[in-house]
């Protein structure tokens, strides 16, 4: 859809530099190396780190400290450049009881989320800091004058805008940053609706995404588009299929000169994906949900033995060919919308819950609260602008596994919203506490690389165009060629796409070196800079 010069004035900002990087030319004989590294020192007491991209701006760690100044408990900020040099430390006071829900990254700002009441419906203390020094710049008190449970968090032009639920209700929020006022954003409070994404354009705008979870057979998707005061420029309603449910979802932000909804359904009464939908939002004409089930792509089935993943393809073929609807599913979630000059990628990953204790796991997609932030507080699974730890604050112990995740695929869409491919990485008994991006990518019109963190080994796959796949496994590397690996923390660090076609992979070590003096055995916090050549 490609909407009127009129409102392209108002929505289309100008591209991203995201699509020169997708879209670079990639070195045939392209290698994937450890280029820097860096340590600290971890003692037994110190907090886990929450590690936030800052782009081409580098790295910012946060952590609280066991360190008091009275009722104040000592927060650290650590910013590091691209080359993983530390530019600045800074040390910041809070009351002990305020747990940090969010972060938000502006440019050449941080913006980190507190929750000051004992619940997170109320009270919320907003610090703003530079990224250029770490300067402190602004402190901000929000208090909403209704019980508000947050799910979403972002910076539109000069206001922050929240998404989240007023008893069972969507709503949405605005903090004016300039007058320090809060407004609700009108057109919302309606029953039986789900708010399953709020996310920020390229010219500051935002889109909002809720679906009709009612027992009618009129249901509604819909799609509306606001810009930073909150006044509504854009409204697309689409009917949902009767026997059909859309669970989770993204929208693109205006990279392309279009507006794409891409995300995963089920049936109307599962608990299970069935497959990937796409919707182009189109505000002028009529359009229909693109529905694609798993079964007929190409290598989502790649996780499982292959006489299986054959039979469930050719069931799918013969059921779709039929006019049956195909049996196949599972439980899939997807993180990340990418566009590009032909199209978007959608990542997403395929997991199984191990336990059933939490009420999360009955009914992942239940009505009102498909987010897991409500029953795992400290997360947000995919929103870029809410991201929270996988547990507590104040306690460095994680929770027992609970969700198992076995692959990381990459679909390819067009402009349409037509599936083009989709490639896909097998992750080798990969655990979580929760639902954690664990695999992330890089593309090139001539290969896709996979990588993930398998404890102490970096594991990698490169699938060039013209020839079969290779996989790869790498040691973290470590500071000092005599430095001796004795353990890695099973359940904490990751990887994750950085910035052009660089990566970090980060974690905890414990590290033996025979050569020092003193210190021979060290616990260290680690961040390894991966680069592809």
Known sequence: MRLTKQFRKIYFGPLSGLMMILFSVSDLAAQVMQTRRFEQVQKGGDEYYSVVSLKEDGLALVRERDKYSGSKRHWELLLLDTALQEKKRIEFHLDERFPMIGYEVA?????????????????????????????????FEIKPEVEFKITHFSKVGNSIVFGGYVSNDPAVLLFDLGNKSLKVVPGFFQKDTELVDLRVNQNQTFNVVLIDRTQRSDRKFVFRTFDESGKLLLEDLVPIDDDRS???????????????????WGDRVGKQSAGFFSLPVDPFGEQKIKYYHFGEMEHFLDFLNEKRAQRIKNNTRADIKSGRKPSYTSYVFPYRVLENKDGYFLLAEIYNPVTTSNPYYNNPYPAYYPNPAFYYPYWSPYYPGMRYRPSSYGNNVKNTEEIKTYATVLVSFNAHGELQWDQSIKLEEIERPGLEQVADFYYTPSEVYFMYKKESELRIKIIPKDADPSDEVQKIKLTDPMDELRDEKKHEGGIKHWVDNTFYVWGYQTIRNQQRRDDRVRDVFYINKVVVR
Do not use: C, H, W
Not at 109 to 134: A, I, M, P, W
Not at 246 to 264: K, N, P, Y
């Open 107 to 139: 440019p050449n700002s941080l913006y980190l989320l507190f929750r000051t009441g004992e619940t997170n419906k109320n009270s919320l203390q907003l610090l703003e800091f530079s990224t250029v020094d770490g300067v402190e710049m602004s402190r």
């Open 246 to 264: 859309l669970q989770a979802s993204i929208s693109s932000t205006l990279e392309r000169e279009d507006l794409m909804v891409l995300g995963t």
